[in-house]
Structures are given as structure tokens and as C-alpha cells.
């Protein structure tokens, strides 16, 4: 087996290896093992054929790139390939979506998290390029010491998002192993050009540990050291703090193991598992036990992907409570004190509790921040609900369905942030919302109407469907009619504000079950429904998902709207929170008081659906970019060299026979490189061997010059060889014609594909790789003479003390 091939093997090894160090970051440890190994196998594979071939240096990686990118798509968006084999646009809208699916996963999911499609491909695609990157490094350009650094980066990774850095170590002496192998074959190597020369002892011995062994070792020390202190990364994978705003979590996997999962995420899992298991208890004094939801977060914003908490400004829990946001403080309200005791199987740091909450007593407050936007209350400092008991004070609002019918519009700042949607929401959201509440003049009205449809319209409810509540997938539920607690929830709020009326979504926990005020809520409990805000009375809770928790008593009490007054809250009522009055008018009357129905008005929100022109999107733009680039790529060559041809052959030395001066001897060394690159491009590589006139002579042999074209060309290299050899050259000023005329005889002889690969991509360019390596090797030279400089200053008075015997 030769070197290179041993070479090749040791660095496929070691990125094997290296990526074995992903495993603990999934459910399913070797999931993505089998791909990933045969994606090693492929840049291995690549790398050899592509090497064997005679191509430069410079191109085997880009190619090598490519290779391993077409594999990486015939194994996992096939199906979307043109014939099954050939990348198209539907392939590049397959992986865009893969990748975002990844990305969403990423935020979302805790550690170890579950193989998914779009995390496969990611840690896949990753694992592949890093094999690139090895084998360039260790097995083109021979520099395995080098080939650590992406070896690192991999372990790196890992070690910083694994739950337990500490527990990676068993990891790290498999990537350890494989890089130590890597090395010693590639010193092997440089040992066996040396023949004999280092099979002695002392100071011959010492000069074998050469600098890429020393990066070894410091690469090795790092990649012990940086783990211990790299912090793990949270609770997902990439969290975005202040964006989803913090985790929910349950067994329900029926594996014993506690999960710290995104607020969906955490929800989706439970409701999918067989294992039912107890989260809570809890007693209440409400005599509607059966009516109280316990929260734990809103989601308010909906950002065109899916619904976030949006931002948040958490403080101390303070001892007396803010008003809830929008209630009436002459409302009615029945006081409700809850007491909960959370299970070590709920490992949260949320705190489930009834809205709205009017006060709440933890035995350690230090640790824990409300929000009261939100007016939700959450742990910091690694504070959890796990068996925590606490209790908890809310209010229950007795309101009607006349009341919320005359309720008034939605305050300024209400309006901002909770009408708000995305410009890619599909028209068949607004179309589907104005259709069902047809002929509903109130908010209350068609709020109800929204309930209606869905827990009587023929949906079904099912937590196998995909729990993303993005445009696209709202828009498929309302298709399909499909879904569970997530979907009903999201599409009623994106409906309800495309109505003006202001939404967001809760998350938590339906009463659950028992007798009386003492109840038990399990896994099936989680729970998401959506909340209406109604001037005066707040976020109320309404119940679309069908045959799933408890319908709310004022949204089926739908008695005819009358012209008695109203027993809604006076607008004239004192109140310390301005936002907190209904805004009714006299000139408007509160049936009308949807947004845009009153000409004093003080917020218009319009929401019109903007489809995106599908060269806007991100897919197509990003095709466009590397298309571009890809151009870009391969002209250079072209335009390099006819740049470089103009000016050697200078705009007085273009016509044979022009007058002026004799050319200078760079000038005429110019023209002379200029007629042997022409040649090279065209297929006859030069001999440096030769002299100019022989190198010519060849030249005519091999191309079949005519007699003017040789003697064009002979005129060139007799004036090159008096510049090389005599004294006084004297050359002739027209040896740019001379040359002009030669290339082009050049040209007529050779055949088509010769000439299109001259254009493209000359032979000759390659002189710019090697001016590259030489400009580097001058850089390191000049580096090294520093160096030895700087240390021979330091260490030259020791010497010489040492010299005299001091």
C-alpha cells in the first residue's frame, strides 16, 4: 500500500473517530453513525480518484466538495431530485426546508435530543465537511499536524453542548487515537524520504519531534482543557434567549429520564406518549374546579415561522401584584387561592398557576422573576419546579356574554403588539376567519363563531401531525382539518387578529381530574388553547380544540344582543391603569367598536396578505449567489490570463513592423513567456530543458507550423536567446506581432475542445498557484531569519558566558 494510500485510511479513521464524539447529543446515540460513516467513505473515496487524476492541487478540494455534496442530496432528498439523480429546483426547496426543520429543532430540543431529518442532515452534512477538511489538510497537501484543528472543532462542538462536558472523556480518547495514528503514519512518511540519516541518539534523536508533532500536542492539551471550561449551552441545542423563553418538561417517555423541553416541544412529547404520567396536584377553593386551566406561558408573538413569547422584562416577585393587564378594577371578580404540589417527574422553570394570578407564595422568592406582561413566574439561576410545592391567589372574572359583547376597543398599545401577523400569512387565514363569522358585528360574536367551526366543524383531533404553526402549516390544518391542541390554538389566534381582534396563545395545563376541588394533572394534560383580549375584562380564555378540556361558560351563553344599556364597566371609572378602561364612545356605538369600524379610532391596523415572488425567497436567492460565484470562479482563469497576455505584449508591440525603439530585454523575456504559455495552453506543455531555439523547433514539430508561423515564432526565440546569452541583444521592436502571429497558427491546429479549455481554464494559470507558494515560502523564510534573529539576541550572551566557561 502506498504512503498516500495509508494516508487517506488514517485521516478517514480520524474523523470517524472525532465524530463518534456526537453521540451523546441524541436519544438514539448511533443514529446518525451509518450516513455519517458513509460520507466519511465518500471524501475518502473522492479524495484517492480525484488525486489519481492529473489535475492541480488547488483543484481537488472544490471538486472533492462537490462530489461529497451530490451524495449528501442522493441520500436524502432523492426523491425531490430531477430523474432521481440531477439537482433541481425542487432539491434545493427539499434541503432549504430540511435545514430550517434542523435550525427549528436545534432552539427547541433539550439534550440528548431525538434523530430527526433535519438534525440528521445537519450533523451529517458537518460530519462531511469535516472529512474535506481532514483529508485536504492531512492527505493533498500533506500537513496532518494542520488536520487537528478540524478534529478539534468537531470535539469542540460536542464536548461544549453535551449535558455532561465532563463525561466526554471516554469520546476524546477515540478522537485522540485517531489523530495520534494520523500523525504517526505522516512521520513515518517524512522519515522514509530521510532513508538512514535520524536512526541515531542525542541531539540526532531530539531533531525528530519537528513542529507538527508540538502542534499535536498543544491540540491535544487544548481539547482536554477546553471542555472543562466551556459551559454546557442550556436547555436546547442553540437556545435564543428572550425569544422562547424558557422550557417545559415531563417524563412522558416512558424511559424514567426527566426532560427540559421548549414549551411545544415539551407539550407535543407528553401528548404523544403512552405513558400517562402524574405532573401535578393541586386544591382549590373555586367552585368551577373543573374550569381552571393552570398557565404557564402566552406566546404573543408570531414572528412568520411560529409563535414566540416574544420580549420580556422579568423582575423581583414582588409582594403586592400588579393589575392584570386590561381588567376594570370595578369589575366584579370571585378571589381563588390554589394550592400545588409539583411531582419530581415535572422538572420546569415555568411555575404552572390559574390566570389571573393576584399573588403567589414560594418558599424561596430569591430565586424566581415575574413577568408582567406575561404575568407568568419563572426560575433563574437553575431554579426548578420539581417537587415544589407553593400557593397561589387569582381571580376569577364573572363576566357574561352581553358584557363581553359590549366590550370596547382594544386600547393603543394592546393593538401594537397583539394584531400583528406575518406578511407571508396565506389569504386563505383571513378568507376562512371572514367567511365563519359572517354577519357577527361584535369581537365577542365572532370569537364564539371561531369556537363554533372548530369544535363543530369536522375536525379531527390527532398529535401525530407535525406540531410547527407556521403560515404554511396553519394553512394546511385548515385543509386538512387535522391536528391537535397546538394547531386549534395557533390558527384561531392568527384568525382572530386578521378579524382585529387582539390574540395570543397559552400554554399549560387543563384542570385534569378528580373529585371536587382536589384534582390530578397528568402528561395528557398539557394543553394550548388561545386568549381574546376584551377591553375591561382582559385575556379571556376560549376552548377550539374539540373533546379536550372545558368549554368557558361566558362563550356559550349567546343571548341575543339587546338595546337595554350595558352592564360593562364606565369608561369613566377611576382606574391607576389607563389601559385598563374600556374605550367605548358615544358617537360609536360598542357593537361597532371593532378596529376600523369607528371613524375616531385611534389604531387602524390593515393586514393585507403579501405573497412573496418566488425569486425573493431565500432559496432562490441563495442558488442565485452560488450561481454568480460559480461564474465568478471560473472566469477568473480567463481573465487573468488575457490580462496578464496585454500587458506583455504592450500596445507598442502589437503590429509587426511598427516603429519605435528596440524592446527592452524585459520586454522581449515577456513576449517569449508569453508565446510558451500560449503554448502550454493549447496543449504543449514547455520543456525547460531546452534551449529557445530547440524549445521552438519542438514547438513547429508538434503543433505543424507553417513556414511563416515557424519563422515567427524562430524570430522570438532568437531575440529571447541574444537577450539570455549576448552582450547588446538589439531586439527588434515587433516581436509582439511575431508572437500574435505564431499563437494564432497555434490556435487554427488545434482542436475545438483544446481551444474552449485555453479560454477557460488555461493551463498556465497554475503559475499563479506556484507564485502563491513562492510568495509564501519567502513569508516563512523571512519569518524563520526573524526569529533565529530575535533568539539569537536573547540567548547569545548565554552562549557566549557558557563558551568561556562562566
Known amino acids: 500500500m502506498t504512503t498516500r494510500a495509508k494516508l487517506t485510511l488514517c485521516a478517514a479513521l480520524a474523523t470517524a473517530l472525532a465524530a463518534l464524539c456526537l453521540s451523546p447529543l441524541f436519544q438514539d446515540s448511533f443514529a446518525f453513525a451509518p450516513h455519517g460513516l458513509l460520507m466519511i467513505a465518500v471524501a475518502a473515496g473522492a479524495g484517492a480518484g480525484l488525486r489519481a487524476l492529473p489535475l492541480p492541487r488547488a483543484l481537488v478540494p472544490p471538486l472533492q466538495l462537490l462530489v461529497v455534496l451530490y451524495v449528501l442530496l442522493l441520500t436524502t432528498v432523492q426523491s425531490a431530485m430531477t430523474a432521481g439523480l440531477l439537482p433541481g429546483p425542487k432539491a434545493l426547496d427539499a434541503v432549504s426546508t430540511l435545514l430550517s426543520n434542523g435550525g427549528t429543532d436545534m432552539q427547541e430540543y433539550a439534550i440528548p435530543a431525538p434523530a430527526s431529518d433535519g438534525l440528521r442532515m445537519i450533523v451529517v452534512g458537518s460530519v462531511a465537511l469535516v472529512a474535506v477538511l481532514v483529508d485536504t489538510l492531512a492527505v493533498t497537501y500533506r500537513r496532518a499536524a494542520a488536520a487537528g484543528l478540524p478534529l478539534l472543532a468537531l470535539y469542540s462542538v460536542a464536548g461544549g453542548l453535551a449535558d455532561s462536558p465532563g463525561g466526554m472523556w471516554l469520546w476524546f ?77 415531563g417524563s412522558g417517555n416512558g424511559n424514567g429520564g426527566e426532560q427540559s423541553l421548549n414549551l411545544v416541544v415539551a407539550l407535543t412529547a407528553n401528548l404523544r406518549s403512552s405513558d400517562d404520567t402524574e405532573l401535578l396536584t393541586f386544591s382549590t377553593d373555586s367552585p368551577d374546579a373543573d374550569q381552571l386551566y393552570l398557565r404557564v406561558a402566552a406566546l404573543s408573538e408570531f414572528n412568520g415561522q411560529e409563535w414566540l413569547t416574544g420580549d420580556q422584562d422579568p423582575e423581583q416577585v414582588p409582594t403586592t401584584m400588579p393589575a392584570p393587564e386590561g381588567l376594570s378594577p370595578n369589575l366584579p371578580t370571585t378571589p381563588v387561592r390554589t394550592d400545588i404540589t409539583v411531582s419530581d417527574r415535572l422538572n420546569t422553570t415555568w411555575l404552572p398557576m390559574p390566570y389571573p394570578m393576584s399573588w403567589v407564595d414560594l418558599p424561596n422568592n430569591s430565586n424566581w422573576r415575574f413577568d408582567p406582561v406575561g404575568r407568568t413566574v419563572n426560575g433563574t439561576n437553575g431554579q426548578k419546579s420539581k417537587g415544589l410545592k407553593y400557593a397561589v391567589g387569582s381571580v376569577t372574572v364573572n363576566a357574561t356574554a352581553a358584557q363581553l359583547r359590549g366590550a370596547g376597543a382594544a386600547p393603543p398599545d394592546i393593538a401594537r403588539r397583539y394584531l400583528g401577523l406575518p406578511a407571508n400569512l396565506p389569504s386563505v387565514v383571513a378568507d376562512t376567519a371572514r367567511d365563519v363569522t359572517k354577519g357577527k358585528t361584535t369581537p365577542y360574536d365572532q370569537a364564539v363563531a371561531l369556537q363554533q367551526y372548530f369544535t363543530s366543524g369536522g375536525f379531527t383531533y390527532n398529535t401525530k401531525i407535525d406540531a410547527r404553526t407556521g403560515p404554511d402549516a396553519i394553512a394546511k390544518f385548515l385543509q386538512d382539518k387535522e391536528g391537535f391542541c397546538v394547531h386549534f390554538a395557533a390558527t384561531m389566534a392568527a384568525m382572530s387578529r386578521s378579524l382585529g381582534i387582539p390574540a395570543r396563545v397559552a400554554i399549560g395545563f387543563t384542570p385534569g381530574a378528580g373529585n371536587g376541588a382536589d384534582r390530578v394533572v397528568r402528561s395528557s394534560n398539557y394543553h394550548a388553547w388561545p386568549e381574546l383580549y376584551f377591553n375591561g375584562y382582559g385575556w379571556m380564555r376560549f376552548e377550539p380544540t374539540p373533546n379536550r378540556g372545558s368549554t368557558p361558560l361566558y362563550s356559550v351563553q349567546q343571548t341575543a344582543p339587546s338595546s337595554a344599556p350595558s352592564t360593562a364597566p364606565s369608561s369613566a371609572a377611576p382606574s391607576a391603569q ?75 508591440r502589437h503590429l509587426p513592423g511598427a516603429g519605435g525603439p528596440p524592446l527592452t530585454d524585459e520586454q522581449v523575456l515577456a513576449a517569449w513567456a508569453e508565446l510558451v504559455d500560449s503554448a502550454w495552453d493549447l496543449g504543449i506543455p514547455p520543456d525547460e530543458a531546452r534551449t529557445p531555439r530547440n524549445a521552438v523547433r519542438r514547438l513547429a514539430e508538434d503543433a505543424r507550423l507553417d513556414a511563416d508561423s515557424a519563422a515567427a515564432a524562430g524570430r522570438v526565440a532568437l531575440a529571447t536567446e541574444r537577450v539570455m546569452y549576448a552582450r547588446d541583444s538589439g531586439a527588434p521592436p515587433h516581436l509582439g506581432g ?35 507558494q513562492d510568495r509564501a515560502a519567502a513569508r516563512r523564510e523571512r519569518t524563520a531569519e526573524r526569529v533565529a534573529a530575535v533568539r539569537a539576541a536573547v540567548t547569545g550572551p548565554f552562549r557566549r558566558r557558557r563558551k568561556d566557561g562562566v
Open 173 to 249: 480518547l477515540f478522537a485522540a487515537a485517531g489523530y495520534l495514528a494520523l500523525l504517526y503514519t505522516e512521520g513515518q512518511d517524512r522519515l522514509t524520504r530521510w532513508g538512514r540519516v535520524f536512526h541515531g541518539t542525542g541531539r540526532s534523536a531530539v531533531a525528530l519531534s519537528n513542529g507538527g508533532r508540538r502542534i499535536g500536542v498543544i491540540a491535544l492539551a487544548a481539547a482536554v482543557l477546553l471542555p472543562v471550561f466551556a459551559p454546557a449551552v442550556g436547555t436546547g441545542l442553540f437556545d435564543k434567549v428572550g425569544n422562547h423563553g424558557g422550557e417545559g418538561g
Open 578 to 652: 389607563p389601559s385598563a378602561q374600556p374605550s367605548a364612545s358615544s358617537s360609536c356605538p360598542p357593537q361597532q367598536h371593532k378596529i376600523g369600524d369607528c371613524a375616531d379610532e385611534s389604531v387602524v391596523v390593515e393586514h393585507k396578505t403579501v405573497e412573496t415572488p418566488w425569486w425573493r425567497t431565500w432559496p432562490a436567492l441563495v442558488t442565485v449567489l452560488a450561481v454568480l460565484l460559480l461564474l465568478a470562479t471560473l472566469a477568473f482563469p480567463m481573465l487573468w490570463r488575457t490580462r496578464l497576455r496585454r500587458r506583455r505584449l504592450g500596445a507598442g
Open 738 to 772: 511575431d508572437v500574435r502571429t505564431a499563437r494564432e497558427a497555434l490556435r487554427v491546429r488545434a482542436t475545438r475542445t483544446r481551444r474552449l479549455r485555453a479560454l477557460l481554464l488555461p493551463a498556465s494559470a497554475v503559475r499563479l498557484w506556484w507564485r502563491a
